[in-house]
């Protein structure tokens, strides 16, 4: 069964560290991947995706994650973390003739 | 981002309560999807709507009950609800072609926070 697994549940970094969030996937075909950003009581805001090409991709907010198909892996990550980056990450996959699939999340906090 | 919106964005209902949510994109997209949400666990899909027919219903209880009039708004009625069902209920959007197809990037809405006493 196709499944979405993100290691950490929760993780505190000071502001202006870098960060990476991991994302692992579990799927027969390649899949379609996604970030999505989770703001204390507001929906999803999608960061990037990734269907084909460069597998270094580039989001909002200076975010980017990289494909790695040998790792099953979409890491996401940001050089320098702002105090308004604290939120809920979720990872997501889609292949064809699915629904999307999501990672339980990782939540960030960010220390000043 | 106002492509998805979604009201009302608080409810508070007792569990003898009809109730319903309402959302509408504004993004020209032909597939609509609940989700719930709920504390320390994943998003849960509960419903699809491609070009306002229902091709998903993931073995959600009956007192859940949607309805899609047309490929802009999407509605879940409520009735007879259990405190369990206390959640963020979040809806979306993606421009889908053919069932079967990939489903193009979810938007979603800023979603409804429900608590049922």
């Known amino acids: 069964a196709q499944s979405v697994t993100q290691p950490d549940i929760h993780i505190t970094v000071s502001e202006g560290a870098s960060l990476e969030l991991r994302c692992n996937y579990s799927?027969?075909?390649?899949?379609?991947l996604f970030w999505y950003v989770q703001s204390p009581g507001q929906g999803l805001q999608l960061l990037l995706k990734y269907f084909s090409g460069d597998t270094l991709v580039q989001g909002i907010k200076g975010f980017e994650a990289e494909f790695k198909r040998s790792q099953s892996s979409f890491n996401l990550r940001k050089p320098s973390v702002h105090w308004s980056d604290a939120a809920e990450y979720f990872c997501?996959?889609?292949?064809?003739?699915?629904?999307?699939?999501f990672g339980p999340g990782t939540r960030l906090s960010v220390l000043p | 981002e106002t492509g998805v919106t979604q009201t009302p964005r608080h409810l508070v209902m007792g569990m003898t309560n009809k109730k319903s949510l309402k959302c509408e994109q504004h993004l020209g997209h032909n597939a609509m999807y609940w989700y719930k949400q709920s504390a320390k666990k994943p998003l849960e899909l509960m419903f699809v709507?491609?070009?306002?027919?229902?091709?998903e219903n993931n073995s959600v209880p009956s007192r859940f009950s949607p309805e899609c009039p047309n490929s802009s708004h999407l509605f879940l009625h409520l009735h007879t609800l259990q405190p369990e069902d206390s959640a963020l209920y979040l809806c979306?959007?993606?421009?889908?072609?053919?069932?079967?197809?990939?489903?193009?990037?979810?938007?979603f809405g800023p979603g409804t926070r429900l608590l049922v006493l």
């Open positions: 979306a959007s993606s421009q889908e072609a053919q069932r079967g197809d990939l489903q193009e990037t979810q938007y």
């Open positions: 997501a996959v889609v292949t064809y003739g699915q629904n999307f699939v």
């Open positions: 709507y491609n070009f306002k027919e229902q091709t």
């Open positions: 799927y027969g075909a390649t899949p379609y």
